[in-house]
């Protein structure tokens, strides 16, 4: 079979690609950035998988969707987002889309299977914009006449991590401390492999059509547990559990939903907020595919120092870009207060026009630089930019004012650890 995938590149997709692969399968992985998974699936060890560059966005009407489900048998969507932003589109990705793919679909003369991954149902309740768009698209598709599967996992866990399941072992990860917000709220996991393992049932036939499945592993634990858990497959010892108010919550989840709107895709957004405080596990009265405890899974797979690296760095690369950010930031200001007082310090260097002009244009470059790294899709670039910044100013300063160095406030001396920041920064800024 030649089974489609969107969203190959993310967390589920990849694994279902990979399981599909080994059921020998022909895949076709639809990604918006698929430059490092093509490297992570190499054409030699996967001869079956090909891959599509293509954003859901622009996906939005049937015929888009008609060159990529030429002789395709089924599509499995594990695409999806948490919140509007920036670099997100829910009404567009997850329901709008989608739509367009049933209505595409629909016009072929032997109609695909679609596999659609969703989420709980009861998790409306929380009254989150994500569960409205997927459930819209889920009754769409049954509504559709087209064969179908819907499949609804509760917290998928894996040996890598995204989202929730990075911030609940960066949570873990924390000095002496388990700081938890609705500590005793339920929390259901679901082993990613198991996800898709009832991907490939459902595209082999061993699930009806029309199957709307949650899907779980047992038992059904709370948030405490699991981070107790995370804690000791880390390798860290016990630690108290410290009751947060959710009340001290909410200005962090105004803070995230603002850098959603920049690009940034924080798990403490008020969308996960709202659910996380509900408790994610399966309703007593829908069916119900049971899996294996993933928490046994995860314990043959143990944690190695990269883990535990990942989980410290992982709350400290939100405060890192802050940082650089307000460094720069405040380096391009305070010259701007006296200019002219500030340009004095190439001495007799340069004459005062030039210096002056030299002050105002590198303290307005400081600023951009600050400012362009809080928006996700330029972080990189500003990142570069201020490491080449900072080597030129380094060099300029040596080439104008040698004595630069000598002063007691070492103003270069000080580009070291700046240059350092932005390196380590870049260095963690991958979010997948």
Not at 126 to 146: H, Q
Not at 336 to 357: E, K, M
Request: a positive charge; proline letters at 7%.
């Amino acid at each position: 079979m030649t089974i489609l995938v969107l969203g190959a590149t993310g967390f589920i997709g990849q694994e279902v690609v990979l399981s599909l692969q080994s059921a020998g399968h022909q895949t076709i992985g639809l990604g918006r950035d698929i430059r490092q998974v093509k490297a992570r699936f190499p054409k030699a060890a996967f001869p079956k998988a090909d891959w599509q560059a293509r954003d859901l966005k622009s996906l939005r009407d049937a015929a888009s969707w008609l060159p990529l489900l030429k002789s395709v048998t089924a599509v499995i969507n594990c695409a999806g987002a948490l919140q509007d932003g920036l670099r997100d589109d829910l009404a567009a990705v997850q329901t709008e889309a989608m739509l367009a793919l049933q209505a595409a679909a629909n016009t072929l003369p032997i109609k695909p299977l679609i596999v659609q991954i969703s989420a709980p149902a009861n998790l409306a309740t929380a009254g989150t914009r994500f569960m409205e768009t997927k459930l819209e698209a889920d009754r769409a598709l049954k509504a559709s006449g087209l064969p179908h599967v819907i499949l609804r996992p509760t917290v998928v866990v894996g040996r890598n991590a995204y989202g929730g399941t990075a911030l609940l072992r960066a949570i873990a990860s924390c000095p002496g401390i388990l700081p938890l917000v609705d500590g005793e709220t339920s929390l259901n996991a679901v082993h990613v492999t198991d996800v898709a393992k009832a991907v490939v049932d459902a595209v082999e036939g061993r699930l009806d059509d029309g199957s709307d499945l949650v899907v779980a592993g047992q038992p059904t634990r709370t948030l405490k547990e699991m981070a107790r858990f995370y804690r000791g497959w880390l390798g860290l010892p016990e630690a108290p559990v410290v009751n947060i108010p959710t009340r001290l919550t909410r200005p962090l989840s105004w803070l995230a939903d603002m850098a959603g709107r920049l690009g940034w895709r924080s798990p403490l957004r008020s969308t996960a907020t709202r659910i996380s405080g509900i408790g994610v596990a399966p309703a007593p009265d829908v069916p119900t595919r049971w899996a294996p405890d993933p928490i046994v899974r995860l314990s043959s797979e143990p944690a190695a120092v990269q883990d535990l690296w990942f989980a410290r760095l992982y709350l400290l690369k939100p405060l890192m870009i802050l940082t650089v950010s307000l460094f720069w930031i405040t380096s391009g200001v305070v010259p701007l207060f006296d200019p002219v007082q500030t340009s004095l310090r190439f001495g007799s260097s340069l004459p005062q026009t030039p210096a002056l002009a030299v002050t105002i244009l590198t303290s307005l470059l400081d600023i951009a630089l600050g400012l362009a790294i809080l928006v996700q899709p330029w972080a990189r670039r500003a990142l570069q930019g201020m490491i080449l910044v900072s080597l030129s100013y380094l060099l300029g300063g040596t080439l104008i004012e040698p004595a630069l160095w000598l002063d007691p406030l070492g103003p270069l001396v000080k580009v070291f650890p700046s240059i350092l920041l932005a390196v380590a920064t870049l260095a963690v800024l991958e979010e997948r």
